[in-house]
């Protein structure tokens, strides 16, 4: 699987959009790009996921550059309760496992 | 949907002794399960991944005879720490998969299970 890059940590106000960036410049064609956040002391939540089209949910939105090698996860209107570790992940298409790496500490500041 | 649970949420134990840990997916069928352990203040790092009714798939290092799953079901894998130590003193998280969901590479993970060998 391609290995992914983010920052180490990211503070946003509450209120405003957060934007996580991932760089995954290795990705091949069949390997989808994968988003998770994990809260304090819990399990991992899944968030979205995403090929080459950009993607929107209930909670996020997920942009793929056209090269594919850089994504951003948009959190459009951050509240305290999405302080956590995000993690950007690549998972070839069919593939048994995830592979986690450090993610971004996201701190939603009042 | 895709709801996964876990039981205990936590737990202590003598060191010596064995702790068998549930991950039960409420509302799909898991055809794959995974385990998973997180030390403080670092990522989560794969053990060990089990296809129902097949003997599980350990990561590199980690003990299978320590670490015993068994996936008898499509909704119930278990994880038992065999004669626990201090140094099995964890967080174990599951994960499930459910192919027939349409994306066969999602995993839904369970809220974890807080072990603490004394």
């Known amino acids: 699987d391609a290995k992914t890059t983010q920052p180490t940590s990211m503070d946003c106000a509450e209120g405003r959009a957060a934007n996580l960036p991932c760089n995954h410049s290795t990705i091949s064609g069949n390997e989808y790009v994968y988003w998770y956040r994990q809260i304090h002391s819990q399990g991992p939540q899944y968030i979205i996921h995403?090929?080459?089209n950009n993607e929107t949910n209930e909670m996020a939105s997920l942009i793929i550059t056209e090269d594919r090698k850089s994504s951003t996860l948009i959190l459009p209107h951050a509240t305290l309760r999405d302080t956590a570790v995000y993690y950007c992940?690549?998972?070839?298409?069919?593939?048994?496992?995830?592979?986690f790496g450090q993610g971004t500490r996201l701190t939603i500041n009042p | 949907g895709a709801v996964v649970s876990q039981h205990p949420s936590w737990v202590i134990c003598k060191s010596g002794t064995s702790v068998k840990i549930e991950c039960r997916s409420l509302d799909f069928q898991a055809t794959t399960m995974f385990w998973y352990r997180q030390f403080p203040k670092q990522s989560l790092m794969l053990m060990a991944t089990?296809?129902?009714?097949?003997?599980?798939?350990?990561e590199q290092g980690v003990e299978k005879d320590k670490f015993l799953i068994n996936h008898a079901s499509l909704t119930l894998s278990t994880l038992t720490v065999t004669s626990a130590h201090p140094e099995d003193s964890s967080f174990y998280i599951c994960?499930?998969?459910?192919?027939?969901?349409?994306?066969?590479?999602?995993?839904?993970f369970g809220p974890g299970t807080r072990l603490l060998v004394l």
């Open positions: 992940i690549v998972v070839i298409q069919g593939a048994q496992k995830l592979v």
């Open positions: 994960s499930a998969r459910d192919y027939y969901r349409g994306f066969q590479e999602t995993q839904y």
């Open positions: 995403g090929l080459k």
């Open positions: 089990s296809n129902e009714g097949s003997k599980a798939t350990y």
